[in-house]
């Protein structure tokens, strides 16, 4: 057996013992618990000693930040090594290289597709809403963090990547291989309706960080061509960014609360209107892709009862994350808070119900949706926002 090495074994075990104490709470655990302080610095020596291939220190700190994140059993909070953080920043901001698609957690063992960006990779190569993602690039990726599952969806341009997916319609595992493209992610389309000159109809795809001026210059579209009434479309609308929901809600709420964020202590934080009230009815078309954000404004416009919620129930995530970065370009993100609609209501894990309820038409098992014709629950918005603007 090979010399023992106590230089690496000594210094992982300080900065794995430094990061528990570094808190108050985290010290009187340590404290409390000495049998797992001291099995934690018995597996570091033994891997770093005994393990049949040589470990890094690097591999075995992230591994350990990892773990931390894991150990927490939320599908929302990972922590991120610098190029999955890196990934995540590039779809907030708009753009990212890889195939096209917008998946969540349903829950802890299931990546579901919220749906494939129109005209992206992934849309032809045929993935459709509600596939499960099972395995990329043959890893299977049913206990991984979404995030980290994306990251490994996502990669260079002109590479491809093979997703094995399961089709609850035809109760079958399907593979695709899809070449990874350059991805601009289309966040608001705004027109006049086909059918009605009256009515505008305003989509979001996702409340990135251009979304709210995006939301801004179309709603002034709109006062220009004095429509009456506004369909706005959030059917498979994955969330995003807390103030771009905020922002957005209050061209169709009153002046007043929009939502409010509440911590692990009781603190709340309340975001209150920043534009300024449209005042013309609103119909808001939900499914249960509308998830995080769109459903801060979907719940807003419930509660505040200035339009009427079209569709299915949404996704129910109503917790908010936040992203710290760390050294290094690492990264964490972290659940921290939970968000509660205008009056009170805590929709995590259950959903916000339409006031219409319309199932949608189904095509090879995906909602048929994304432009007027032949799509029921746009028609039956339709008819709620003429029978209000009367």
Do not use: C, W
């Not at 009187?28 to 610095?41: E, F, H, K, P």
């Not at 979404?146 to 490994?152: L, M, R, T």
């Not at 807390?242 to 603190?267: C, K």
């Amino acid at each position: 057996m090979a010399g023992r090495r106590s230089g690496p074994v000594l210094f992982i075990v300080l900065v794995l013992l430094s990061s528990l104490l570094l808190t108050g709470s985290l010290a009187m655990a340590a404290l409390g618990d000495t049998q797992n302080v001291g099995n934690m610095i018995k597996v570091v020596r033994l891997v770093t000693t005994e393990y049949l291939e040589p470990v890094s220190v690097n591999d075995l700190v992230n591994g350990a930040m990892k773990g931390m994140v894991a150990a927490l059993k939320d599908p929302y909070s990972v922590y991120m090594e610098p190029k999955e953080y890196k990934h995540l920043t590039e779809q907030i901001e708009g753009a990212f290289t890889g195939i096209g698609v917008y998946i969540n957690k349903k829950d802890t063992n299931q990546m579901v597709v919220v749906s494939p960006i129109k005209g992206g990779p992934a849309e032809r190569a045929g993935l459709k809403s509600g596939d499960v993602i099972v395995k990329v690039n043959g890893e299977d990726v049913a206990d991984m963090d979404v995030d980290v599952a994306v990251s490994k969806i996502k990669g260079p341009e002109g590479t491809e990547v093979n997703l094995t997916v399961f089709r609850e319609a035809s109760k079958s595992l399907l593979e695709f291989k899809i070449n990874r493209e350059k991805v601009n992610i289309p966040v608001v389309t705004a027109e006049v309706a086909k059918k009605d000159s009256h009515v505008g109809v305003l989509r979001i795809s996702q409340f990135n960080m251009a979304a709210s001026s995006e939301v801004d210059r179309a709603i002034q579209g709109f006062k220009d061509k004095k429509v009456k009434g506004i369909i706005m479309d959030l059917r498979d609308n994955p969330g995003g960014e807390l103030r771009a929901a905020v922002n957005i809600a209050s061209h169709f709420v009153p002046q007043g609360l929009v939502v409010s964020v509440v911590d692990r202590q009781g603190r709340s934080e309340t975001y209150e209107t920043t534009r300024e009230y449209l005042n013309i009815p609103v119909v808001v078309l939900i499914n249960g892709g509308s998830a995080s954000a769109s459903e801060i404004v979907a719940g807003a416009v419930k509660d505040s009862g200035t339009g009427a919620l079209v569709g299915t129930k949404t996704f129910g995530k109503g917790v908010v994350q936040s992203l710290i970065e760390l050294g290094g370009g690492a990264g964490v993100k972290l659940t921290t808070a939970k968000y509660l609609t205008p009056k009170g209501n805590d929709i995590h894990k259950i959903g916000i119900e339409p006031d219409v309820k319309v199932e949608p038409e189904k095509t090879n098992g995906a909602s048929a949706h994304g432009g007027e014709e032949a799509d029921v629950q746009f028609d039956k918005g339709l008819e709620t926002l003429r029978t209000m603007m009367k």
